[in-house]
């Protein structure tokens, strides 16, 4: 079953605007949940991580909110930019495994 | 800079045919890790090697087989292709159990017909 559920599968900003991607899990155990970044042709990278003791992490124009309780995270972009149109995907990790979520197709329209 | 690269970008086999689908890393990583992309599926993983000449399979081994004689390559094989493995397959490194960080090659977009 899918470990990581992930929300939506596509989403469309125009330019400034403010996506959100939603992502919740089962699995307690999880320790370290990363966001990976994917533009067409290439493989996916990191974009930034947050540990579960951590509610929150910003690096640059990209936050992750975390909440323990509910079992779900989130990926922010602020001031999107058209640039920033990939396929996003969360993940978490268990030991040696990520587990990724199914991928949401970001387009920021100019 | 972590280079993880894949022996060929697109590949074209047969039904039936052997394939061969190559991952070197640069960076002297422990762990090695093949995965299968298919739209609205995300990254599924086929398997793993924690360390030369080990293997576990991940998700969806079936159909497929690894090799990892030298640390820095790791081999998908598979035995008998079928139309649908026709998939992106990704290969990505780690330093150890320890670091989390995966490092993903460029993709080789398989085609079985």
């Known amino acids: 079953q899918q470990q990581v559920k992930q929300s939506p599968q596509s989403l469309i900003v125009q330019k400034g605007g403010i996506p959100i991607i939603n992502c919740a899990y089962e699995n307690t155990a999880f320790d370290y949940f990363p966001w990976y970044q994917q533009f067409p042709g290439k493989g996916p990278a990191l974009l930034i991580a947050i540990r579960p003791d951590v509610s929150e992490k910003k690096e640059g124009r990209f936050t992750i909110s975390f909440n323990k309780s509910a079992k779900q995270f989130s990926l922010h972009i602020m001031d999107s930019q058209p640039g920033d149109s990939a396929t996003y995907f969360c993940?978490?990790?268990?030991?040696?495994?990520?587990?990724f979520g199914r991928g949401t197709q970001l387009t920021v329209w100019p | 800079d972590v280079k993880v690269t894949q022996s060929s970008r697109y590949l074209v086999k047969r039904t039936g045919e052997k394939v061969f689908l190559e991952c070197v890393q640069d960076m002297d990583h422990e762990n090695m890790f093949w995965y299968r992309q298919d739209p609205g599926l995300g990254l599924r993983l086929i398997y793993f090697s924690y360390d030369v000449k080990m293997k576990e399979k991940g998700d969806i081994p079936e159909g497929y087989s690894v090799s990892r004689e030298k640390k820095e390559r790791f081999s998908l094989i598979l035995e008998s292709a079928s139309t649908n493995q026709t998939s992106m397959y990704l290969c990505a490194s780690r330093l150890d159990r320890v670091t989390n960080e995966q490092y993903f090659g460029p993709g080789t977009r398989l085609t079985v017909t």
């Open positions: 993940a978490a990790t268990l030991v040696v495994r990520l587990y």
